[in-house]
């Protein structure tokens, strides 16, 4: 059996399940990635090693002509941001891989909700591909516990560990699968992120502040102190209480700062400046 993938790094275990799985990738349809929050090293270095045809622009009806032409069976798609054209009555099969447990958590990336909503479950789940975002029938899905102190970080891990399981079983009986998918039935969408999502209001509780660096990791937060603006990559919670008004930086020592909150202070210890205001503020 032949797949094509369409992905990037951030759930290419999709690609190594069906790998895994006895099936033999014959195409890469990437795009390019700013190295920092997204990357597609992994997947394009093993293209090359392979000798595959590697693409960096959105699919076209062409390509899915293409692939049928040089008997491909499924394209893969984890991780991959543009509309695929219709692909009945070219390849047999197409099938996305979604960070959430379908229904729930439809949208472009909605493990940052997962850990501000304090979820006590999350998982990990592959559906047939539709003609819009996260929509079609579920082919598989693997929900696992959150810990109240889940970070980005390991939530990412757990489902690109349950991304692996997922691509092996489906690896295993990929017409099956499909024949038992399950239509979708009410469920949630989450949108994409806003800068007022990622911004940390110091009125707040610690706690409260804590979950949204945790669960935004290295996409960090934005935190105004004074009169500049920092992204916020890691802090630590002080439960205490104080005369400061929230938002005062009350504490620093070289380049940790601890700032006031609601009922505590955030001790801010791996940041970087949105603003020449900011690094002028508080030095490098």
């Not at 949108?191 to 979950?211: G, H, I, K």
């Not at 700032?259 to 690094?279: E, Y």
């Amino acid at each position: 059996m032949r797949f094509a993938f369409a992905g990037i790094d951030f759930l290419a275990d999709a690609f190594d399940g069906f790998v895994a799985g006895g099936w033999e990738p014959v195409a890469l349809f990437t795009r390019p990635c700013d190295d920092v929050h997204d990357t597609n090293v992994r997947v394009v270095a093993e293209a090359h090693r392979r000798r595959l045809p590697i693409s960096l622009s959105r699919i076209v009806p062409r390509d899915l002509a293409t692939l049928a032409e040089i008997g491909c069976d499924a394209l893969v798609v984890a991780g991959y941001p543009w509309r695929i054209p219709t692909w009945e009555g070219t390849v047999r099969h197409a099938l996305n891989f979604h960070p959430s447990p379908l229904p729930e958590g439809r949208g472009p990336y909605p493990l940052y909700r997962a850990i501000q909503e304090a979820r006590e479950t999350w998982g990990m789940s592959a559906h047939v591909l539709d003609a819009d975002f996260d929509t079609g029938p579920v082919l598989a899905r693997e929900t696992f516990p959150l810990s109240p102190q889940e970070t980005h970080e390991t939530l990412l891990v757990r489902c690109q560990i349950a991304t692996n399981r997922i691509a092996r079983a489906l690896a295993a009986d990929l017409s099956g699968a499909f024949a038992r998918a399950v239509p979708q039935s009410g469920g949630s969408y989450f949108p994409r992120a806003s800068d007022a999502d990622r911004t940390l209001d110091f009125r707040l509780p610690v706690e409260t502040l804590m979950r949204r660096v945790r669960a935004f990791g290295p996409i960090e937060t934005l935190a105004r102190i004074g009169q500049g603006t920092i992204h916020v990559a890691q802090a630590h919670a002080i439960a205490a209480t104080h005369d400061h008004e929230p938002g005062r930086l009350v504490h620093q020592y070289r380049r940790t700062l601890t700032v006031a909150a609601g009922d505590g202070f955030l001790v801010i210890t791996r940041w970087s400046p949105v603003s020449l205001d900011a690094a002028r503020n508080f030095g490098r």
